[in-house]
């Protein structure tokens, strides 16, 4: 069977994860509109208004910077695409996505963080669960569990992609480009978002 692609399958687990989160769509943007400023949450981390000052859900290029996803890919990053934004009204996500590309092909992040701290072990499992009865249909490989990583990870192999829940209320989609050492490097990028 032809296997996805890394960006086709990142998109079907947003779309996945984002189908539990509720909300309206109003205030869809395009990279490039409106910024915003975050103001942290009274608990800093668990749900609230509006992201924490130290995850800017809507700028997944600011969370991973060009400079740090080359260091840990070990290959300059050539350009970084913003895409995928949306901002939270206060009762939906906000999430974004940024592309890396390199000369050993693209790798992406795509971050998440909600309002209502939605990050339950039923929708943990809900997630996990849709990704590994998605990925049945392209691939004999099992989605790994990875402990002592966020509240909860997985990874998927053969498409290098690490689902990583932080805390009560972020989530990241890692997807590398090399297929020998793809867990290992989505794991030293989701470190540096403090996974």
């Given at each position: 069977?032809?296997?996805?692609?890394?960006?086709?399958?990142?998109?079907?687990?947003?779309?996945?994860?984002?189908a539990g989160c509720g909300g309206t769509t109003a205030g869809n943007t395009t990279a490039g509109s409106a910024t915003t400023t975050a103001e942290t949450s009274a608990s800093g981390s668990s749900g609230g208004k509006s992201?924490?000052?130290?995850?800017?859900?809507?700028?997944?290029?600011?969370?991973?910077?060009?400079?740090?996803?080359?260091?840990?890919?070990?290959?300059?990053?050539?350009?970084?695409?913003?895409?995928?934004?949306?901002?939270?009204?206060?009762?939906?996500?906000?999430?974004?996505?940024?592309?890396?590309?390199?000369?050993?092909?693209?790798?992406?992040?795509?971050?998440?963080?909600?309002?209502?701290?939605?990050?339950?072990?039923?929708?943990?499992?809900?997630?996990?669960?849709?990704?590994?009865?998605?990925?049945?249909?392209?691939?004999?490989?099992?989605?790994?569990?990875?402990?002592?990583?966020?509240?909860?990870?997985?990874?998927?192999?053969?498409?290098?992609?690490?689902?990583?829940?932080?805390?009560?209320?972020?989530?990241?989609?890692?997807?590398?480009?090399?297929?020998?050492?793809?867990?290992?490097?989505?794991?030293?990028?989701?470190?540096?978002?403090?996974?």
């Amino acid at each position: 069977m032809k296997p996805l692609s890394p960006l086709a399958f990142a998109g079907l687990g947003c779309a996945l994860v984002l189908a539990g989160c509720g909300g309206t769509t109003a205030g869809n943007t395009t990279a490039g509109s409106a910024t915003t400023t975050a103001e942290t949450s009274a608990s800093g981390s668990s749900g609230g208004k509006s992201p924490p000052a130290d995850f800017k859900a809507t700028d997944a290029c600011v969370l991973l910077d060009k400079a740090a996803v080359a260091e840990v890919l070990k290959t300059p990053v050539t350009a970084a695409t913003l895409g995928l934004v949306h901002e939270s009204s206060g009762s939906d996500a906000a999430t974004s996505e940024c592309t890396y590309d390199t000369a050993n092909g693209k790798a992406s992040l795509m971050a998440r963080w909600s309002p209502i701290a939605d990050n339950t072990p039923d929708a943990i499992k809900m997630a996990r669960d849709g990704v590994a009865a998605s990925m049945k249909a392209f691939s004999d490989k099992p989605v790994e569990d990875i402990p002592g990583v966020g509240k909860s990870a997985f990874f998927v192999p053969g498409i290098n992609q690490l689902n990583v829940f932080i805390g009560d209320d972020k989530f990241v989609v890692i997807t590398t480009p090399g297929r020998e050492e793809g867990r290992a490097t989505a794991l030293a990028l989701a470190k540096k978002l403090g996974a």
